[in-house]
């Protein structure tokens, strides 16, 4: 087994989560957002604001004029919208990395990442989730402990695949193997980047959300959009779809099983229109 | 000049006859059928998304490649309109890898289950096929010698 006292180290070393992405993700934990709160800490940032008023001009989000400011983009698609979008931008830079010991080719993760923000954030609509947001996020960042993980599954993989095959989850290798799996690790990168402790759990928990103290909604929502991912095989890389699915947060979230194919039609369907605007 | 390469999503099909490379990639509980007839330069893949186009007949006629059943006729229908044969034809079927824990839900497996039954009322014969299990999958067709090539996708890179 590695030293997880290195792995760990590894967290503690990294530097700090630019200060636009810390202070809009502990934002989407907040109940109500001012626009004008929103614009201050975006607008310190002339590449977010650039960034983001590229995005609201494309097909998917632009209106009949054009979005020349911050405030009328805040006005156009609301102040939860853009914070979602800010977070996106904020995160693409570390999310499409490629990552050799999991077999992710550059890009993979980021659209593995941005299907289950998808997913999660179409079941909370559907099941009226009071922070559909918060969800998207959650999903957007549940894997983000492979990228710390990553280097350190070079010379372990024949390995961790054995596990694999014979009947062991992705987790329950990497624990084996490493001592540490991607959802603790992910949770720690969180913390060390103060986020919400909402969003800490969701990521600790999105393997097993009976398991999360502070509430099971977020990690059962983000626990689904991972399996709806996985089967449509969006950013699909070398581990596959070796997680252990728990179908009793069907029953919890209140989706009836018949529902599942429609859900996927549906996660189908914006994937394909996130891919073409990014084609465009 | 090089050969064109055509990339498959769920919901997706093609048939060529002459020089092409059909792809599909990342397929994880989804099926890819592939069919080719070498004797006379037509192939052709099919890239599913679901089992059963009962629940929604109407987006079954305007995409049908969504489904198993309607996306196997369509693909059977444009490699016969090209020029291939079904004595001549082989397929292989790619996919269906399963979710642990998921059991009737599990969509691989219900892809699976469809595409048996589906070729079995064609009389149509798998001759070669990589499904099942949890690891993704890809498949290249190459025509017009029709030659499949099929691997899991690796844990790791060189």
Wanted: with cysteine.
């Amino acid at each position: 087994m590695k030293d997880i006292r290195r792995i760990l180290e590894r967290v503690r070393d990294l530097p700090p989560a630019p200060i636009v992405m810390s202070q809009v993700v502990r934002m989407v934990d907040e109940p109500d957002v001012g626009a004008a709160e929103l614009v201050k800490v975006i607008e310190k940032d002339v590449g977010v604001v650039a960034n983001l008023l590229r995005v609201c001009n494309t097909p998917q989000y632009a209106g009949t004029r054009r979005v020349a400011t911050l405030q009328e983009a805040i006005n156009r698609l609301g102040t939860r919208t853009l914070l979602q979008l800010v977070v996106l931008g904020e995160t693409h830079s570390f999310l499409k990395q490629e990552l050799k010991g999991y077999g992710y080719s550059s890009g993979d993760l980021w659209w593995h990442s941005l299907g289950v923000a998808e997913a999660s954030r179409l079941l909370a609509q559907a099941i009226h989730h009071e922070n559909a947001a918060l969800a998207f996020t959650g999903g957007l960042l549940h894997d983000l402990g492979k990228i710390v993980l990553d280097v350190f599954l070079a010379g372990e993989q024949r390995e961790i695949r054995r596990l694999i095959s014979e009947g062991a989850s992705l987790s329950e290798a990497e624990s084996l193997v490493l001592g540490v799996e991607h959802a603790e690790l992910g949770a720690r990168v969180a913390e060390h980047w103060q986020f919400p402790e909402s969003l800490c759990g969701t990521i600790r928990f999105h393997h097993q959300p009976f398991a999360a103290p502070n509430g099971v909604d977020l990690a059962a929502l983000v626990h689904l959009g991972d399996a709806l991912t996985h089967w449509l095989g969006i950013g699909l890389g070398g581990p596959g779809l070796a997680s252990q699915f728990d179908p009793r947060v069907l029953d919890h979230l209140g989706i009836e099983s018949g529902e599942v194919d429609r859900l996927l039609i549906l996660l189908s369907e914006r994937i394909d229109q996130s891919n073409s605007e990014l084609a465009a | 000049m090089s050969v064109p390469i055509i990339e498959l999503r769920p919901s997706q099909f093609e048939v060529v006859r002459g020089s092409a490379q059909l792809y599909a990639s990342r397929i994880g509980g989804t099926c890819a059928l592939a069919i080719s007839d070498p004797t006379h330069g037509v192939g052709g893949l099919l890239h599913w998304l679901l089992p059963a186009e009962e629940s929604d007949p109407e987006r079954a006629e305007r995409t049908p490649a969504l489904f198993a059943e309607s996306g196997i006729r369509a693909l059977l229908e444009a490699y016969r309109t090209a020029g291939g044969t079904i004595d001549h034809a082989h397929l292989a079927l790619v996919g269906g890898a399963s979710l642990r824990g998921a059991g009737a839900l599990d969509l691989g497996s219900r892809n699976l289950l469809a595409a048996r039954r589906t070729l079995d009322l064609l009389g149509l014969k798998i001759h070669a096929e990589a499904v099942g299990g949890v690891f993704a999958r890809e498949i290249r067709l190459d025509l017009p010698t029709g030659r499949f090539l099929i691997r899991e996708l690796p844990l790791g890179k060189p």
